[in-house]
């Protein structure tokens, strides 16, 4: 996104920039979705231009931001996630080839 006031603001102050209307509709949105804001550091010059939410914080272990391959830095989000793989149900495949048809003819 090219709107690098909208993504520097501060979701907790008033929002002061060129595309207000932008920023209030995203100030509105995480509000709405009860989601929070993690990712408060600067990742090109000073400006916070990659924003993280969630609504879940107590899922988060660490926010990192390291320098990047651009101008840009990199986010990197350590998070405790549990995944659940979801596991097949066993199907009965039948193997008519191996059926002896002759003793089933009689």
Sequence with gaps: M??????SVDLNDKCSCQHKSLCERLIELTTEH???QIQRQPT???SVRD??????????KEVLV?????DHD??????YLHINPNHKKSRKINQWY?????????
């Design 2 to 7: 090219s709107c690098c006031s909208l993504l």
């Design 44 to 46: 090109r010059l000073d």
């Design 34 to 36: 009860q989601l929070e």
């Design 51 to 60: 924003l993280l939410f969630t609504n879940k914080p107590g899922l988060v």
């Design 98 to 106: 191996r059926a002896d048809w002759d003793s089933m003819k009689a």
């Design 74 to 79: 990199t986010v990197i989000l350590d998070a």
């Design 66 to 70: 390291v320098p990047g391959l651009s």
